[in-house]
């Protein structure tokens, strides 16, 4: 995705469009879209690329936006690779000075190869940050998938893609450098170095010409090129003395080069012809790798010494600009590019971290660290956040996990104990809005820790079952994290695959939609601890529901942001809220009079002390405005011609402003603006549960057999299920819609309306008016549905809509769709049964939680009743959950996250006047011999 917040003198309307002209209309997709930024007075574009298989095309895609005479250049968030002044095209991106005269960007988007990631280097993606991937979309499992035990251990691997076939590349110290199959660790193939050499420093691999070479240099200064799909010798070339630094592999003006250190000359090498292009002595010991950054359009070489010398150099060798960090750098600097700035990070050794403005060598930032530095810096770009382990000024043998921002003014940092001195990483991973970063300590135990948090993971360390080896303090190990597995180099050990690895490349799907059920806790990915079956407490409520169709009441939680303390929410008869705190007791209490509610409320947090509240009643809809801390509560506005005793009930942000939809008592799909209780649009439906979607930008409905557009309310279609829930995701390129009726569960294409596939039913003898929605567990081009069918329980393959394993009561009935809690050790469904059974099963095995099933508390009826349980509502350690008879449930204990929260505040100043003009902004995308047009904007 790419973002331009853009200058405005007119306004927008965005309209998406697919690319005409496309034999495979369904495998890409070009959008553009526009969104207004009233407290700015700009327009904020984006561009968004949807493929299903990068593998069809060859070549590099290039993007390429041209703005209109309106607009104006602002910012940008992703690093362009050239921009156009009037007609003229420049390598490299724009200055902040020069923003006024761009009328065009250009993008070369990253190849689907998110396999590879070098380790010692800087990226080839400017906007990737430094040792920290943003494009994984699976976490390794904490288990060792296998070992080599090398008698003298290894270096730091490096992983590559290799003629489309998956490869990690290790030297050992007996003199090897060796290709291993990263799946099995099986040995692909093996080169013997001449006596007494070995390497100490980590290898490179660089694409030359549709070959990939492994570059590697000896302790006597050899290089040798390597064909990296064979092992065959290339070339190699004596460098004098022994490496001091990893070798960089850098592509400038259609050629490939290498920049060797060998105290105290750098080497420029090509590699096609291989000749020497430039040498030049470095002033002071280079020990870290060099690396290299666009500065506007020129391309840079970065060097850090020992000593503090920072040095920035041309591709003919010659000194730009020179500067002292003032301090030694044992870890040397990175760099990277945010919205136009170039920045250059590192660390002191007397405990100071700093960021320079890598174009003019001037300091931006210091930031004063806990004690001196250990291990190396990584770097979140897009945050300009850091981590990285420092020692414990009290203690020796103790060091600490420091993680925080380079302008930490509104940020709380990290701070986490780790034993020892010596670490590998951390290498930090940003998936699912939260940054984590992998560490393994001297006593090779495993860790995980997430940005800004005060304490590790639970369930970390994890201690690898190494052989009995030590540190060598003069060659360095690593740490390299693929898509599936994280793969640790140990010298003095050998190398091990941390997780799972996969044996089949995963295409990269560029579709980032998120479904709606992800907000209302149907599924979580954020928890430490699973919940226990203890149960903690129980909150009578004497409720009852008008008829069967509805769904059963589900509890809420509101999270008081100014004590960081969740409250449990239970509306009585009179719809008077009851707030319990985590001991069951009744902190405050809002009368709000609104009459029975069988629908969670919605709380829209304006301010630290302004909520609004939103009460869907049996008698009325009512807006409260409510100060948190003061518990002082104001009306509104209030509805007593809109009410409802069961329905989805939503608060969404549109273009237009906030929209609350739900379905009313006579069965109306039901539209009301926020702010003022205004309808927006009413409409006929056949059902009380919906999904809301957005598909190619185009917020929709999906309630029932219809298809509704969210703005406007006109039904679009119905091609669908009558009376049926909806639960939606979009994965691997298409977007999900999952229905039932009586004899099949359906998952249709919620774009095109065809069946993609469906599974049949039991036959239901009672029961038989729910037609509930399944729950999703959706991790990248992989996703779940736990779809309950009365007596079954059963996990449907999203993409092949095979049923993976089913679960059969033999004398009672799921009615109330699931819930998932995932935690870095066990993804867990959770669900419970008409008579009160709560089960718990790991989501791939079928596995029962401990403790599970278990019966919940209430009487029991000689004739079946329809009793039953809400869907779980999950809390870190903590389970809520809804029996008709009996009341909200809790189990277990809520426990404080792993990460320090932080206060967030927005304030946005309304816009005054809208001017009416037209924008004929077109973007279009070059790749394999084609040129595709996005839509065109206008009002």
């Known amino acids: 995705m790419l973002v331009l917040r853009i200058k405005k003198w007119v306004a927008y309307v965005g309209i998406l469009a697919i690319l005409p002209g496309f034999s495979h209309s369904n495998d890409l997709v070009l959008q553009k879209t526009s969104r207004l930024m009233m407290d700015k007075g700009s327009i904020e574009y984006t561009l968004q690329t949807f493929k299903k298989n990068m593998n069809r095309y060859e070549g590099i895609p290039v993007l390429k936006d041209q703005f209109s005479r309106h607009t104006q250049l602002r910012s940008f968030s992703q690093t362009p690779s050239a921009y156009y ?48 991937r943003n494009d994984i979309l699976h976490l390794p499992e904490i288990t060792v998938a296998w070992k080599k035990n090398y008698t003298y251990g290894a270096v730091a691997p490096v992983a590559e893609v290799v003629e489309d076939r998956k490869m990690i590349f290790s030297a050992t110290m007996d003199g090897f450098i060796r290709a291993i199959y990263p799946v099995t660790g099986a040995l692909l193939w093996e080169y013997e170095l001449p006596a007494g050499e070995i390497i100490e420093k980590p290898m490179n691999t660089v694409q030359e010409q549709k070959r990939t070479l492994l570059t590697a240099v000896s302790n ?8 990296a799909s064979s092992g065959s010798l290339v070339g190699t070339k004596s460098l004098g003395p022994s490496l001091s630094a990893p ?64 040095t920035a150099i041309d591709f003919k060798g010659n000194t730009i600009w020179q500067r002292s960090a003032q301090d030694r750098l044992p870890f040397g600097a990175s760099g990277f590019v945010y919205q136009a700035v170039p920045y250059i990070a590192g660390v002191g050794e007397s405990g100071h971290a700093f960021l320079l403005h890598a174009g003019e060598g001037t300091v931006l930032s210091r930031i004063t660290l806990p004690g001196r530095p250990r291990s190396d810096m990584s770097i979140h770009a897009s945050a300009l956040s850091f981590a990285l382990v420092c020692d414990d000024p009290f203690t020796e043998d103790q060091s600490i996990f420091f993680s925080s921002e380079f302008f930490p003014q509104s940020r709380l940092p990290g701070r986490i104990t780790l034993p020892g001195k010596k670490f590998l990483g951390p290498i930090g991973v940003r998936m699912d809005d939260e940054t984590w970063y992998y560490v393994v300590d001297s006593q090779q135990q495993l860790w995980m820790l997430q940005h800004g948090s005060i304490r590790p993971l639970q369930g970390y360390p994890y201690s690898l079952d190494f052989m009995e080896s030590s540190f060598y303090p003069h060659l360095e190990g690593g740490l390299v994290l693929t898509e599936y597995a994280l793969y640790a180099a140990f010298p003095g050990a050998g190398l091990y695959a941390i997780g799972m690895p996969e044996a089949s490349t995963v295409d990269r799907s560029f579709v980032s939609l998120k479904s709606q059920q992800h907000r209302h806790s149907s599924y979580r990915n954020d928890m430490d601890q699973m919940p226990s079956p203890d149960i903690r407490q129980i909150i009578p409520a004497n409720l009852s529901f008008p008829d069967h169709e509805r769904p059963f009441a589900e509890p809420a939680v509101f999270f008081h942001r100014e004590h960081r303390t969740p409250y449990i929410v239970q509306a009585d008869s009179n719809g008077d809220l009851n707030f319990y705190n985590q001991q069951g007791e009744v902190s405050f209490q809002l009368m709000t009079g609104s009459g029975p509610v069988l629908v969670a409320p919605q709380f829209d947090y304006i301010s630290s002390r302004e909520v609004r509240i939103y009460i869907l009643g049996a008698h009325q809809l009512q807006a409260w405005l409510w100060d948190p801390t003061n518990h002082q509560l104001e009306k509104i506005w209030e509805r007593r011609d809109l009410k409802s005793s069961g329905s989805t009930f939503m608060l969404t942000e549109l273009k237009q402003g906030e929209r609350l939809f739900f379905v009313d008592e006579r069965k109306f799909f039901t539209s009301v603006c926020a702010k003022s209780g205004e309808t927006i649009f009413r409409e006929v439906v056949d059902a009380w549960q919906f999904a809301y979607y957005l598909i190619y930008t185009q917020p929709l409905i999906f309630c029932g057999s219809r298809k509704i557009d969210a703005i406007s309310g006109r039904v679009l279609s119905r091609p669908f299920i009558r009376n049926s829930h909806s639960s ?50 959706y991790k990248g081009y992989h996703a779940w549905v736990y779809w309950p069918d009365y007596q079954r329980m059963l996990c449907i393959d999203v993409l092949r809509g095979f049923i993976m394993w089913r679960e059969r009561l033999t004398d009672d009935y799921f009615l109330a769709s699931p819930a998932i809690a995932e935690t870095i050790f066990e993804p867990v469904v959770f669900a419970g049964t008409i008579k009160g059974r709560l089960f718990a099963w790991n989501v791939h095995s079928q596995i029962n939680l401990k403790g599970f099933p278990m019966d919940l508390p209430g009487r029991i009826s000689p004739r079946e009743e329809l009793k039953g349980c809400s869907t779980p509502l999950l809390l870190n350690g903590s389970l809520l959950i809804y029996r008709r008879e009996t009341g909200l449930i809790q189990l277990g204990e809520i426990r404080e996250n792993s990460r320090a929260l932080d206060k967030i505040f927005f304030e946005v100043t309304p816009r005054e006047e809208q001017e009416k003009r037209k924008i004929f902004n077109r973007a279009q995308l070059k790749w394999d011999g084609k040129i595709f047009f996005s839509n065109i904007t206008n009002n």
């Open 220 to 227: 006597r200064g050899n290089l040798y090129v390597l064909l």
């Open 728 to 777: 939606m995701v979009g994965v691997a390129g298409r977007v999900y819609l999952f229905q039932s009726n009586d004899r099949y569960m359906k998952a249709f294409d919620a774009h095109s309306h065809e069946v993609i596939w469906r599974v049949q039913k039991l036959w239901c003898r009672k029961y038989c008016f729910q037609q509930t929605s399944p729950a999703v567990l």
């Open 247 to 310: 070798l960089y592999g850098v592509k400038y003006s259609n050629h490939h080069y290498l920049i060797v250190v060998t105290a105290p000359v750098i080497t420029c090498i090509q590699l096609s012809p291989f000749k020497i292009v430039w040498q030049r002595e470095q002033e002071g010991s280079i020990t870290r790798s060099p690396f290299s950054m666009r500065i506007g359009r020129e391309k840079w070489i970065f060097t850090t010494s020992r000593e503090g010398i920072i």
């Open 85 to 132: 002044i009037q007609h003229h095209r420049h390598e490299g991106y724009p200055f902040s000075s020069q923003f006024h005269e761009v009328s065009a960007l250009e993008w070369k988007l990253q190849p689907c190869q998110r396999y590879r990631h070098p380790q010692e280097f800087f990226i080839a993606n400017n906007d990737g940050g430094v040792r920290l």
